[in-house]
């Protein structure tokens, strides 16, 4: 039993030195944004939204202990549910958006309004089906889904979660790829406009050059 009550103490400790790490790391980003006025593309919108998401579930964090079943059990478990949703559906969706302006050159301004319906509805869903099902009580340290409901646990959370980090895995590594594609064709652009100078390269090879690299550029919004 002491044993028990000692990890509970360690795990308590550790989730509010994280939570507060990621507080202040919150604060200041919510800070800087502010001072250099980074709020107005699609892009900065979405790391704005990611920043206050991440924000609202570190309070979760460092709210204390699990409380005994009731309501403020409920809310904590609730609250925590949807801000994990939350901050995971911005990084989604900020991979999302990156894969369609760099891969697919695709405008993504007029998907705003879809990903901010994606990110705060999906998580409002996800949180309120445990709550719904009475689902949500004291779980060890904290309040969540009971010890008695462990495949909701997978099926709210662990199985969407390690799902989509494949799949943002899978993403980053066909952007990288198209990044360095893009490099290569740029570096020998610029090594063709060096030999250009030089006299080396014939006029018609310079212009099918440039073309390339000028339909090689990705949209930006």
Known sequence: MAAMLHNRVVILTVKRATGTFSLV????????????????????????????????????YVMGESHPEGSLCYFQAFWLTYFDWSALAWVCLITLN??????????????????????????????????????????????????????????IWYVPLFSLIFLMICCYARIICVANKRVSVQCAV????????????????????????????????
């Open 98 to 155: 990156l894969y369609l302006n760099l891969v697919r050159e695709t405008s993504t301004k007029r998907y705003e309004m879809l990903y901010h319906l994606t990110a705060w509805a999906v998580p409002l869903i996800m949180a309120s089906l445990p709550l719904l099902k009475g689902y949500y009580g004291p779980a060890g340290a904290w309040c969540w889904i009971t010890e008695d409901h462990v495949a909701w646990r997978f099926g």
């Open 25 to 60: 790391g919150c604060v200041f980003m919510l800070f800087v944004i502010w001072l250099l006025r980074r709020y107005h593309s699609v892009a900065q919108k979405m790391i704005l939204s990611l920043t206050i998401a991440a924000f609202c579930d570190s309070v979760a």
């Open 190 to 221: 610029a090594g063709g406009a060096a030999a250009l100078n030089s006299g080396n390269l014939p006029k018609s090879e310079t212009i099918v050059t440039a073309l390339k690299f000028v339909t090689s550029g990705p949209s930006v919004n």
